[in-house]
């Protein structure tokens, strides 16, 4: 499921839940050895906050929206639970039953399953390989230039001073950008992971061990200029340094959460806008040979 479409799932639960509610404020009875209306009522309201408050945290991809998805889930099992116990026996009590099979228990069931999808929703993952090396190395100017924001081919051509319709089409081709409604440019989400070296045949190794040397040779000169220039960000550079003592497994582990955190802040503002920056994230560990 994708994420739009769980948003989508999500507000829409909490708009149908409101009608529900109110119906059952008015048909059942206000004491059945208690406040009965009052603590189905207040149980019901209680699954439209939480339900209304994940469609909105989602939307702004802020982690707390898998607590309050995973909360929402286990109201769900509940209010099946006491619909299915206390209604037993009665004429009716198949339609608990039924409300508890069809509806409660799975959407519970979907929404533990699909609750990261809120944060990191939205970016294809797959390896880098031979055609993402050959554009990246050869189309360098143009992926500049749409990196300042959305353009039309024809803005484009103008600022390289040549046609790009075909290198534009090879890139989308790729997925690593796209045409929107607006007939213009723009880089489309794609998570790119390292491959699988050992399955490479000896000359395309070879050639992605070029790339990468020059990648990192890049990175060092990235690396070299932001120290030099350290005391000019002001608020916009931030770093930290840690040394940790991990297993392989750990290590893999803290990797792929740092991935999630990255696709969902990269989620946040697809495109530039007057209040961002483009900032360079950089994330690296090896085995520290201390002196």
């Not at 509940?78 to 116990?85: E, K, L, Y």
């Not at 390289?160 to 989400?189: C, I, T």
């Not at 002001?234 to 696709?263: I, K």
Request: hydrophobic share 50%; proline share 5%.
């Amino acid at each position: 499921m994708s994420r739009r479409v769980l948003l989508l799932f999500v507000a829409s639960a909490a708009v149908v839940l409101l009608p529900w509610t109110a119906y059952l404020g008015l048909t059942l009875p206000v004491r059945h050895e208690g406040q009965w209306r009052l603590a189905w009522v207040g149980f019901d309201l209680a699954l439209v906050a939480c339900f209304a408050g994940a469609a909105w945290l989602g939307a702004k991809r802020s982690r707390a929206a898998v607590g309050l998805l995973a909360a929402t889930a286990a109201l769900l099992g509940c209010d099946a639970w006491f619909d299915v116990v206390l209604s037993w026996g009665e004429p009716d009590s198949w339609i608990s039953v039924l409300m508890a099979v069809c509806a409660e228990l799975p959407i519970a069931a979907l929404l533990a399953m699909h609750a990261r999808t809120l944060l990191v929703g939205g970016m294809p993952s797959r390896e880098l390989n031979g055609t993402d090396i050959k554009l990246h190395t050869e189309l360098r100017p143009l992926t500049t230039a749409l990196a300042e924001g959305p353009a039309s081919t024809e803005e484009l051509a103008a600022a390289l001073d040549r046609p790009v319709a075909d290198d534009l089409r090879a890139l989308a081709a790729a997925g690593h950008v796209r045409k929107g409604r607006d007939g213009r440019w723009r880089f489309a989400p794609l998570d790119l992971r390292r491959p699988d070296v050992t399955a490479m045949g000896a000359e395309e190794r070879l050639e992605y061990e070029r790339y990468m040397d020059a990648k990192y040779d890049r990175e060092l000169e990235l690396l070299s200029w932001a120290a030099a220039h350290r005391d000019e960000f002001g608020p916009w550079a931030q770093g930290s340094r840690a040394g940790m003592n991990l297993t392989e497994a750990e290590l893999a582990r803290f990797d792929a959460e740092y991935g999630e955190l990255v696709t969902r802040y990269c989620l946040l503002h697809p495109e530039p806008t007057a209040a961002t920056r483009q900032l360079a994230v950089r994330w690296y560990a090896f085995p520290a040979e201390l002196p």
